[in-house]
């Protein structure tokens, strides 16, 4: 993919990018509506054949067509399918299985293969049903795969573990959520043609921190890949401050409906985990109400948050302090050296994510060795970044073009 076709497409696709991928941390909540019936774009039927497609990351379980689509994102010539691959989990490196959605353009792909954007989406929510895949227009990214693939290029968007199939979604698992990413590439082209090795990684919020990782991972991970760079819009990258916050009473109205979905998602994970040592007050009583996010429960869910104390989140002890700190520090990013060039761009009145913790992110992410182009923006918060550049600096790197190096 030339990088003046990325440059052409560039105002187009930021849009949808930023609308539906960073606009915020805590979004606003949705419904799983039926779907209606639509028209549907032909796919080579061997394409969605799935036996004997092997075993192993990336590997895929089932494929569908995605006739449901917008009328607006089908006439633009696509092909597109839902699938369910096999992919990592953190810590353990188990298997799991992980829905997704896959797109390529019309067409006969270019010499070498159609090159590939993996996009990971901002926070939907914590539940099955919070997928964007299950959701006739993707929760916005349908706009943003018709927008890359008529740049020429293959989409793979992940729905995370435990969004839109099977088992627990691990809120803010910088690594699980990266695995994710780049097995959602391997299953794209196991089902279209025409797929290149070559790929990005882009996200904004909590997908800023999975592309984030998933850089971090792709040479030891995927070495039959060919990353070319990464781009993080406001990424989730090191959220341990929250526990220091949560203790001081000094939790953002942001970042306090944010907490109570990452605690019950950890205790998910990590059944021992007592959360009566982490909630109180009306967040205890209305624990339930906190944790949906679906349309039928967004008004329990918002008049909930607005009745969160300021100790609510407080650790019952320092031992529960210190536990949640060291959770969290595993799903953190940086971990290792990144595997490509990295964009991140953030603001510094960010009000889900402190700038001081991407700041200190970005020094040990340089302190590794990595390749490093970063765009602080001043007065800018979590939604209103200005990323005018993220399509140029991604069609820059599939061009070979020169990187600047901001942590020399």
């Given at each position: 993919m030339r ?11 930021l ?9 915020s941390?805590v ?8 779907l209606v019936?639509g028209?549907a ?5 061997e ?8 075993v192993?990351?990336?590997?895929v ?5 995605m006739?449901n689509l917008?009328?607006t ?5 696509l092909n ?11 810590g ?5 299985e992980?829905?997704?959605s896959?797109?390529?353009p019309?067409?006969e792909?270019p010499?070498?293969g159609?090159p590939?954007i993996?996009?990971g989406?901002?926070?939907?929510g914590?539940?099955?049903?919070c997928?964007p ?7 916005g990214?349908?706009?943003l795969?018709?927008g890359?693939?008529?740049?020429g290029y293959a989409v793979a968007?992940?729905?995370?573990q435990g969004l839109?199939?099977?088992e627990?979604h691990p809120?803010?698992d910088?690594q699980?959520?990266?695995?994710n990413?780049?097995?959602a590439v391997?299953?794209?082209?196991h ?5 290149s090795s070559r790929w ?7 997908g800023g ?18 990353l070319v ?5 406001t990424p989730?990258a ?6 220091d916050k ?5 939790l953002?109205a ?7 979905w990452?605690l019950?998602?950890l205790?998910?994970v ?10 109180r007050?009306?967040?205890a009583?209305d624990?339930d109400a ?5 349309q039928?429960k967004?008004a329990?869910?918002t ?5 969160i104390?300021?100790y609510?989140?407080?650790?019952a002890?320092e031992?529960?302090?210190d536990?949640l ?5 595993r799903?953190?990013?940086?971990q ?12 510094d ?6 700038v001081?913790w ?6 040990e992410?340089?302190?590794?060795g990595g ?5 602080r923006?001043q007065?800018?918060?979590h939604g209103?970044v200005?990323?005018d550049?993220?399509?140029?600096w991604?069609?820059e790197?599939f061009a070979?073009?020169p990187v600047?190096?901001d942590c020399?």
């Open positions: 990088a003046g076709a990325a440059r052409r497409w560039a105002s187009i696709v849009v949808f990018a930023v609308a539906t991928g960073c606009a941390a979004p606003a909540l949705v419904s799983v509506p039926a019936e028209v774009r032909p796919v080579p039927a394409s969605l054949t799935v036996a004997d497609r092997g192993g990351p990336g590997s379980i089932s494929a569908e067509t006739p917008p009328w994102v089908t006439r633009t010539g597109a399918v839902r699938v369910v691959y096999r992919s990592t989990r953190s353990d490196g188990a298997e799991t992980v829905s997704g896959v797109f390529t019309a067409g792909a010499e070498g159609w590939v993996s996009f989406h901002g926070t939907t914590i539940e099955s049903a997928a895949s299950v959701r006739r227009d993707l929760m990214l349908s706009a795969a018709a890359y693939t008529q740049a968007i992940t729905d995370y839109g199939h099977t627990v809120y803010l910088n699980t959520a990266g695995y990413m780049i097995d391997r299953a794209l082209q089902v279209l043609p025409g797929v990005a990684a882009f996200g904004g919020s909590q921190g999975a592309a984030w990782a998933a850089n971090e991972l792709a040479a030891s991970y995927a070495p039959e890949l060919d760079g990464s781009a993080s819009l989730s090191n959220m341990v401050g929250l526990v949560a203790q001081d009473g000094a953002t942001d970042q306090a409906p944010l907490m109570q990452l019950e998602s205790a998910r990590h059944p021992d985990l007592d959360l009566d040592d982490y909630r007050g009306s967040v009583q624990w906190l944790t949906g996010c679906t039928d967004a329990a869910r008049e909930a948050a607005a009745r104390g300021t609510d989140f407080a650790p002890s031992d529960s302090a536990r700190r060291n959770l969290l520090s799903m953190s990013v940086p290792s050296q990144a595997s490509a060039p990295m964009l991140v761009v953030y603001g009145a960010d009000t889900y994510i402190d001081q991407t700041d200190a992110a970005l020094v992410a340089c302190a590794r390749v490093v182009t970063i765009d923006q007065g800018k918060g209103d200005d990323g550049a993220v399509n140029q991604i069609g790197r070979g073009d600047a190096n020399s």
